[in-house]
């Protein structure tokens, strides 16, 4: 008989402002995959953008997880058992 896994959760999330930073890290902690909506601050503070994607990329890095861009709008973050396939371009 197969061990029962629990499940993987997936979570839209809208950052509208610097501090809700903290419940995503809470989120890349409890190994959920999240999909991360980040134009709102985008149209209101560039550089707070900035700092933020910065920041996201630090947790996740320290926690094992793995960080992407997802267009121009989104960024995905996924625990440290799911990859995300990035292209490799060719600099030619």
Not at 61 to 83: C, F, M, Q, T, Y
């Amino acid at each position: 008989m197969q061990k029962q896994q629990s499940p993987t959760y997936l979570k839209a999330i809208t950052i509208r402002d610097p501090s809700d930073i903290h419940s995503i890290k809470e989120d890349i902690k409890k190994n959920m995959i999240l999909i991360l909506r980040v134009t709102p601050l985008a149209q209101k503070d560039v550089e707070q953008l900035r700092k933020v994607v910065e920041e996201l990329y630090l947790i996740a890095k320290n926690s094992g997880a793995d960080i992407a861009r997802l267009g121009e709008e989104r960024i995905i973050v996924a625990p440290p058992h799911v990859k995300i396939w990035k292209p490799r371009y060719d600099l030619k």
